[in-house]
């Protein structure tokens, strides 16, 4: 099962003299079939079949462990809403919304170099189809791939 999402087109705001440049996900909700998600600038013509690392626009990719299913007793899947304590010092929850950083220098440079906008397509690709529960207690939408944010970052 595979599907596309684009977002933008958007200014970049990169200078063209970075040295370095990550694209960041936040909130990656990964109560969810594992996934991989590849990343293309600038290329809205890309879809899950002909998506390849090998095209001008790919820009990289990440993985992410789902958790498809709660085997644990009632509650235990329920990620804590509020701050932790003061001094609790334990992990937090496994189904704490997720973070992945990808390096994109060289695929930034190239968008760079051919204007001021930049559109992310992101293919992700899963085994498994998702079929989320009808009380969508957890994966609150039927896509697979639900993010909070996405940033990008340059450094000189």
């Excluded at 998600?37 to 001008?56: G, H, L, M, S």
């Excluded at 204007?115 to 896509?143: M, N």
């Amino acid at each position: 099962m595979a599907e596309k999402y684009v977002y933008g087109p958007f200014d970049h705001c990169a200078a063209p003299d970075f040295s370095r440049a990550h694209l960041e996900f936040y909130g990656i909700n990964h109560f969810r079939p594992t996934f991989t998600a590849r990343i293309y600038f600038n290329d809205t013509k890309v879809t899950p079949k002909n998506a390849d690392e090998k095209r001008q626009s790919y820009a990289g990719k990440f993985a992410m462990l789902g958790h498809e299913t709660c085997y644990g007793d009632e509650g235990h899947c329920d990620v804590p809403t509020g701050p932790p304590r003061r001094f609790d010092d334990r992990p937090s929850h496994p189904l704490t919304p997720a973070y992945r950083r990808v390096v994109v220098t060289n695929a930034l440079k190239r968008a760079v170099r051919k204007g001021k906008k930049l559109t992310v397509t992101v293919i992700v690709d899963s085994q498994r189809p998702f079929k989320p529960p009808a009380d969508k207690k957890r994966h609150h939408t039927e896509r697979l791939f639900e993010i909070r944010g996405m940033q990008l970052v340059t450094f000189s």
